[in-house]
């Protein structure tokens, strides 16, 4: 019962907050013009996180997680990040997609031998705007998130000789998310973007949300390039005992983007 009002509720928020979007939508079928020339940017971009939070794997304890950018740039096997945007004076879509893989070695200590730990994680958001005022885009997207973590640790046995641990564990979610965004025009030299995202409610995670702001120049026809500052927060928890995932963390840092347009 607690389950179903809680959707209720959630559709109820996402309507009134939507309301404009799906107005504005309708209305635009009376209107001869589709919203003129599409538009493209593509970004590439460096993100330089800190993660703070909780993860947790099977029946292994807990693990409190309190990373930096030396940190996690230490320990990167493999990083990718990519934005697209297509728009015109009405319609917006946008694709950001970004991965990370992780490794380090264990640090032994009074139980622990050695052993090794990874995390692989993919982030991929495609979402769609309207606009809904000179200066307001709406729109409404899905996040998925697939994490793969796994650990491998060598554990000394309080009568003596070693117990090996092996767990792996892969989650992957969908998050519905309800987004706004504030961001300049195409054809203006100074660029910028402030963007809202809050999701999950309890479909995917129990609260996903995240904040974007950016700022920069455009330099030609063809090259921008901006830098701001991300957060992203996940709450996620599925499965008990020895199938049980979570990651509650957020992901925050400055960024650097550098926009391509076509």
Not at 144 to 162: F, H, K, P, Q, Y
Not at 166 to 181: F, G, H, Q, S
């Amino acid at each position: 019962m607690k389950n179903k009002l809680f959707e209720s509720r959630t559709l109820i928020l996402m309507a009134i907050i939507c309301l404009p979007f799906f107005t504005s939508a309708q209305d635009s079928t009376t209107n001869t013009k589709p919203g003129g020339k599409w538009k493209y940017l593509i970004e590439p971009y460096v993100m330089f996180p800190n993660m703070n939070g909780t993860v947790g794997l099977g029946n292994l304890p807990d693990v409190a997680v309190d990373e930096n950018p030396d940190d996690i740039f230490s320990h990167l096997k493999f990083g990718a990040m990519l934005s697209f945007d297509a728009y015109n004076d009405k319609w917006g879509i946008n694709s950001d997609l970004l991965y990370m893989d992780l490794g380090d070695d264990v640090n032994a200590g009074t139980f622990v031998k050695s052993g090794k730990v990874s995390a692989k994680q993919l982030g991929w958001e495609v979402a769609g705007f309207r606009r809904v005022t000179p200066w307001l885009e709406l729109g409404l997207g899905a996040l998925l998130n697939s994490i793969e973590s796994s650990a491998n640790i060598n554990v000394d046995n309080l009568g003596g000789g070693t117990n090996n641990i092996n767990k792996k564990l892969t989650e992957t979610w969908v998050d519905p998310m309800i987004v706004a965004r504030i961001r300049s025009r195409g054809d203006k030299k100074f660029v910028y973007q402030f963007r809202g995202d809050i999701g999950g409610f309890g479909i995917g995670s129990e609260l996903a949300y995240e904040l974007q702001l950016y700022a920069g120049y455009r330099f030609s026809k063809l090259f921008q390039m901006t830098g701001g500052y991300r957060v992203i927060s996940l709450d996620y928890t599925k499965g008990s005992g020895d199938s049980r995932f979570l990651y509650d963390v957020r992901t925050f840092g400055p960024v650097i983007r550098f926009g391509f347009n076509f």
